[in-house]
Nanobody
């Protein structure tokens, strides 16, 4: 399995931006589809965005569409989540996850992914 490490979280004011990174080590990352998920305090984990192994397709949850952009650089074994116009309701721990199964397809369910990072905290102040 690939090992994943998130970074880039922090505290920003509403309307600000953050770029999260998901760095992979171990197996060939370009064979993995990657998703971003988040868990807010007292809430269930929810899907945010996903990208196929080649980066040819992306998919977003409704609240992320138009504000967040998922991308990847397979030469650097890294997936990014650019988050703009952040809102207090975006406050959560953000996790990246990798799937080597059907990696050419968009994956959105937590059960689709075999590898998970430890998470990075994102806090948006109003």
């Amino acid at each position: 399995q690939v090992q994943l490490v998130e970074s880039g979280g922090g505290l920003v004011q509403a309307g600000g931006s953050l770029r999260l990174s998901c760095a992979a080590s171990g197996r060939t990352f370009s064979y993995y589809a990657v998703g971003w998920f988040r868990r807010a305090p007292g809430k269930e984990r929810e899907f945010v965005a996903s990208i196929t192994a080649s980066g040819s397709a992306t998919y977003y949850t409704g609240s992320a569409k138009g504000r967040f952009t998922i991308s990847r650089d397979n030469t650097k074994n890294t997936v990014y989540l650019q988050m703009n116009n952040l809102k207090p309701e975006d406050t959560a721990v953000y996790y990246c996850a990798g799937s080597s199964i059907a990696a050419g397809n968009i994956r959105i369910r937590p059960s689709d992914f075999q590898s998970w990072g430890q998470g990075t905290q994102v806090t948006i102040s109003s």
